[in-house]
C-alpha cells in the first residue's frame, strides 16, 4: 500500500524510480494494431475478439495463474514486437525495452556545460521546452546518424551525468474497449473552474455526455475521437451527474503513430496545472520515465490529484507508470461479484477498486458497448475522488482521501491489502 493518511501530503513531494520493462496494454489508443491470432491450449476460440478487440474476460477468468501469466507475458511480447515493427519509422526501442519516438532523447535538469559538451559530441537539439503550469523545462535531442537510441541514451547519461536522460516512451491504454472510428468529436464547451481533467484520446459526440467537455490536442492530428476517451468520457459524465463544472480531455494520440508519448502527457498536465484542476484520470500505462516523473511530481506540487490505472498486465507483470508513482492513487477492477479482475496488475501499488466489467460505456459509433479492465475503475474513483476535493487547496489533501477511504468497501483480506488497496469504490456506478 501507498497511501495513508498521514502520508499523502508529503508524498506528493517524493518519487521514487524503478526499472521500466516491456510492456503494452490492450488495445492501444493511437496507431490501431491489428490483434493476433491469440488461442490457447485446447481452447478453440480465440480469448481476444479479432474485429472487435475486446479481451474475452470468461477466458481468462477460467485459466489457473500459471496459465494467465504465460498468456498475458506472450501477448504482451507479441503485440510490442507488432507494435514496433508496423510503426518502425515512427517509433524504437529504448535502453530497456520499452518502445519511444524514434532518435529522440530528453533531457531534464542538465546544465548549460552539458549542453555545450553533448553538442560538440555530435547531439543535435530538436527543442527547448517550458512546460507553462508546471515551471519544468526540458531539452529534446535528435541521436546521431546511424546510432540506436538505446546506445545513445547511454552515451548521452554519460555525458550529463546530473541530468535525467529518458527516451520519449509510449504510454498505452489500460483496458480494453472496441477500436477507434472516424467518428465526429464531441464539440468543445465551456469548463469552468473544478473541472475533472482527462489525460486520453479524444472524446466523441455522444448522448450518455451531458457534461461539457473542452478538448485540446497534444499531438498531430488531435484531438481526433477515440474509442477509449469517449468511454470514459462516458463514465465520468454518468458519475458527476452532468455537473456543471464539466471536463478537460487532453487527447494525447491524434493520427500520430508515436502518439501517447511522455512529453504530451508532461505537456498536458502543464495545461491542467494552468486550469486549476483537482483531479485528473489517466487509464493509460508504460515505464518509468524522467520527464513523466518530473511532471507528475511538479503538478502534485500543485495540488493536483492523479488517479490512475495499475494495468491489464497481470500479478507477474512489473510495476506501470503513472500509478507506480509516490502520491498518485492506483487502480484496480473488479468484476460483478467483486472479485479481483485476474489480468489486473498487482505489482504496481493498488490504493482503491472500483467495478471494470460488467459495466457499458459510449463508443464513438453511438451505442453502448460492454468495457473490461482497469481503465474503466478509474474515472469512477476519481469522480468520486473529486466530490471529496472539488477544488485545489493541498491543506484539503489528507480530509479528501480520508473521505474517500471511510467510503470504500473492504473487500479480501480484512483492512488494506495488495489486491483491494483500502476497498471498494462506488461498486454500483457505472452503466449496467
Known sequence: MKITVKWIAAALFLLVPAAA???????????????????????????????????????LDRLTPSELSSVLKQLRIDLL???????????????NGDPAVRGVLIATGISASSLER???????ILERSEIEGLDLSYVKFATRPGKSLKSEQKRLQKLAGEAAISADNIYFASGSSPLASNAA??????????????IDGGVAWHSAITMPVEQR??????????????????????????????LLAADIYGSDPAGGNASAIARALGWMAQRHVPVVAISLVGPDNGLLSRAIKAAQGQGM?????????????????PAGYKGVIGVTGVDQHEHALP??????????????????????????????????AV?????????????????????????????????GKKGADKIYGHGLICGKCGIR
Open 81 to 95: 514486437n507488432q507494435f514496433v515493427r508496423q510503426n518502425g519509422d515512427y517509433v524504437e526501442r529504448d535502453r
Open 118 to 124: 553533448a553538442e560538440q559530441a555530435g547531439f543535435r
Open 217 to 246: 490536442g497534444f499531438a498531430r492530428g488531435a484531438p481526433k475521437a477515440s474509442s477509449h476517451a469517449t468511454a470514459i468520457a462516458s463514465l465520468i459524465s454518468i458519475s458527476l451527474q452532468a455537473g456543471p463544472r464539466g
Open 343 to 376: 489480468e489486473a496488475g498487482t505489482a504496481t501499488p493498488v490504493d482503491f477498486a472500483a467495478p471494470g466489467a460488467g459495466i457499458k460505456g459510449a463508443s464513438p459509433e453511438g451505442k453502448l458497448v460492454a468495457l473490461r479492465g482497469t481503465s474503466f
Open 185 to 198: 468529436l464531441l464539440a468543445n464547451s465551456a469548463v469552468r473552474s473544478g473541472a475533472m481533467g482527462l
Open 379 to 411: 474515472p469512477l474513483v476519481a469522480a468520486r475522488l473529486l466530490s471529496h476535493y472539488p477544488a485545489v487547496n493541498i491543506s484539503r489533501i489528507e480530509p479528501a482521501v480520508t473521505g474517500l477511504i471511510d467510503e470504500a468497501k473492504d473487500l
Open 305 to 321: 490529484l492523479i488517479v490512475a490505472a495499475v494495468g491489464n498486465d497481470g500479478p507477474a507483470a512489473p510495476p506501470r507508470y
Open 21 to 59: 520493462f516491456p510492456q503494452l496494454a490492450l488495445p492501444t489508443v493511437g496507431p490501431v494494431l491489428r490483434l493476433p491470432d491469440q488461442r490457447l491450449d485446447g481452447m478453440t476460440d480465440p480469448f481476444i475478439d479479432p474485429v472487435s478487440g475486446m479481451v474475452d474476460g470468461s477466458v
